[in-house]
């Protein structure tokens, strides 16, 4: 005998119920509610009857617009929904990161601390972190490249570029991702500075383009 009350249509404070859900292992009624603020949620037939879920739950999360989260400062709560278990929603914040792009987050994730800033903020500060900590990207020191003066022990002035007692020679050679690379021996100065110069643009330029 079926002593199934049918709640579809009609409303438990906020909620609203939309319709029946198949049950689960509990075997327990289970309807799908459209809340007033735009959420839909999934309440058991006893939770709404003795009004414990009057409710998605909204009642409890307040109003985040203005509150900063990392990065981002919420603005408002916008019409961007996900959807959840059961064919629920929930609705996004808009948020503002602080290099101007706009994003749309969870506040619960907002309060958890997850993702707080936008995907190439969050991209760039993990490379930061990176290059602060060792400055090790790629197998490289992005600090070391980044800095143009010889070493303390250079003859020439110019980094990667060493006078030669026993050839006579100038000796180009630059160090990248841990491996040195000989340049060649050459008469002039400036042959062997051309030639560190083009190495570096060889090596150096396409990594320092893509992280500092
Ligand atoms: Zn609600
Ligand atoms: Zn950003």
Redesign the pocket.
């Known amino acids: 005998m079926n002593t199934l009350i049918d709640l579809t249509g009609k409303r438990f404070g906020k909620l609203v119920v939309r319709e029946k859900l198949p049950p689960r292992d509990d075997k327990r009624t289970r309807w799908l509610c459209d809340c007033d603020c735009g959420n839909s949620c999934v309440a058991y037939s006893y939770a709404l009857r003795k009004k414990n879920q009057a409710s998605c739950g909204c009642g409890k999360i307040k109003d985040i617009a203005g509150m900063r989260f990392g990065?981002l400062v919420v603005l408002k709560r916008s019409n961007q929904y996900i959807d959840t278990a059961d064919r629920g929603k929930k609705y996004l914040w808009e948020c503002r990161?602080?290099?101007?792009?706009t994003?749309y987050r969870l506040s619960e994730k907002l309060r958890d601390e997850i993702n707080c800033?936008?995907?190439?903020?969050?991209e760039k500060s993990a490379v930061n972190a990176m290059v602060n900590s060792a400055g090790f990207v790629e197998g490289t020191q992005l600090s070391k490249l980044a800095r143009t003066s010889p070493n303390a022990n250079s003859t020439s002035g110019v980094r990667g570029v060493f006078f030669n007692r026993r050839s006579g020679k100038w000796r180009a050679s630059i160090k990248f991702q841990g491996k040195h690379h000989y340049l060649g021996e050459h008469v002039k100065i400036e042959e062997a500075i051309n030639a560190r110069q083009r190495a570096e643009e060889q090596y150096f330029a396409p990594l320092l383009e893509k992280y500092v």
């Open positions: 990065h990161c602080d290099c101007g792009q994003v800033s936008c995907k190439s903020c969050m």
